[in-house]
């Protein structure tokens, strides 16, 4: 049987591995001898869980969205993700990942942030146990999200705005890998998406398994069997997605829709449609597909939602992409956000604008009546109503 899983060296097929400066080399290799040990023992088991129950508010609802499932012609359940404590599914692998880092014995956390909602939950977790915090931010998302710039300076973290390249996730990523090889032996990098050298892409995923975990079960209870036609989820680096569908990998009677950012088209020079406009290269320690020029240059992403808008994309889901085991569609800005505003007025949800790429993707899917689709909501829309309101198509 074909196997969609990451190999002991952490590859997906052709895509991961950690290609990291030798700096780095230690705390990655303690960090791969660690996090499996640390993830299996009974003590971290139960400390997340209960932390996912009673701080996060999990399991999030499966919620039959009946208006929507009427516009559609089947049935649409939607995975909650954005009525987590902090509003999105970053929360989860903030957790865990700050949790292994505790038995690591360290000390300082550092962070990158896209939309602020990966930033904001590690803000959340290093109030929440007493732990130092920095976080690097783009300046051109530091404006776009400063609602979630304020949380996180709320919190007690140190909001770093970053002012190279276009000044977004690519560039605070590369000033939050600079701080770590800086002060290698006492800080952690919790890496907010399944992205990054092995074994982040490994941890992140499993860390969000819990979201396809409890979609199994609520869909036994709901549908009477346990696996839905369609999962659907947006892609920035991957996590939400790789959430949802992890306990589906290998099940081919699940078919994968994932939804990356069209930006204004794929074919205008301003999409963040890594899948569809990446080359094989490496970018911030992965082999994976990435936006790059003849010179393999990486080029600047655009996307109006500040946590779509990467140049690559996690190895997990270029190999799924390169198997065609997922189907990968461009979803561009108008059509996210017409999504967002149709969910709004049919359901009373307003979604992040990341996960409105994957409600846009709706409209290109030609579903039969007796289909069961679950779609993860990855966040609320809070943070984005400002550009929302600048862009009502209505
Ligand atoms: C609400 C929300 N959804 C999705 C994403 C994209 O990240 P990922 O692909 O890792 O889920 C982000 C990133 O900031 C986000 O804030």
């Given at each position: ?64 969205a009946r208006r929507l499932s009427d516009k559609y012609?089947?049935?649409i ?265 149709e969910l709004?007025?049919l359901e ?14 709706l ?32």
């Open positions: 049987m074909k196997t969609y899983q990451v190999n002991e060296n952490g590859y997906y097929g052709e895509f991961g591995g950690a290609y990291i400066p030798e700096i780095l080399h230690r705390c990655v290799e303690e960090l791969r001898n660690a996090y499996l040990k640390v993830m299996d023992s009974e003590d971290f088991k139960q400390e997340f869980a209960a932390l996912l129950r009673d701080y996060v508010g999990r399991p999030s609802p499966l919620y039959l012609g089947c049935k359940y939607l995975k909650r993700e954005d009525l987590n404590h902090t509003g999105a599914h970053k929360i989860n692998n903030a957790i865990g990942q700050v949790l292994i880092a505790r038995r690591m014995g360290k000390k300082r956390i550092i962070a990158e942030t896209g939309a602020g909602q990966h930033g904001v939950a590690t803000a959340t977790v290093c109030a929440l146990m007493d732990m130092e915090c920095v976080v690097y931010m783009g300046k051109t998302d530091v404006e776009r999200q400063h609602v979630n710039v304020e949380r996180m300076k709320m919190l007690g973290a140190r909001v770093e705005a970053v002012t190279s390249g276009n000044m977004t996730l690519k560039d605070a990523t590369n000033e939050a890998i600079r701080d770590w090889c800086c002060h290698p032996a006492d800080t952690y990098y919790v890496i907010g998406s399944t992205v990054g050298p092995h074994p982040y892409p490994d941890m992140v995923a499993r860390l969000q398994s819990v979201i396809s975990e409890e979609i199994k079960k609520q869909l036994t209870e709901q549908e009477g069997r346990d696996y839905p036609d369609y999962l659907m989820a947006c892609v920035g680096g991957g996590s939400n997605a790789a959430g949802t569908i992890y306990h589906y990998l290998d099940d081919e009677r699940v078919k994968i829709v994932l939804a990356e950012a069209g930006g204004k088209g794929i074919d205008t020079l301003m999409s963040a449609a890594t899948i569809q406009l990446g080359r094989l290269g490496i970018i911030h320690g992965a082999r994976t597909l990435v936006m790059q020029d003849e010179d393999g240059q990486i080029t600047e992403p655009y996307s109006i939602s500040a946590g779509l808008d990467y140049p690559g994309i996690g190895p997990m889901h270029a190999n799924l992409a390169r198997q065609h085991r997922a189907t990968v569609l461009a979803i561009n800005d108008d059509e996210a956000v017409r999504a967002a505003y709004t007025r009373g949800i307003i979604p992040a604008l990341e996960s409105a790429h994957a409600l846009g993707a409209e290109k899917m030609n579903f039969r009546p007796t289909d069961v689709v679950v779609l993860t909501v990855s966040g609320r829309g809070d943070k984005d109503i400002e550009t929302y309101l600048a862009n009502n198509p209505y």
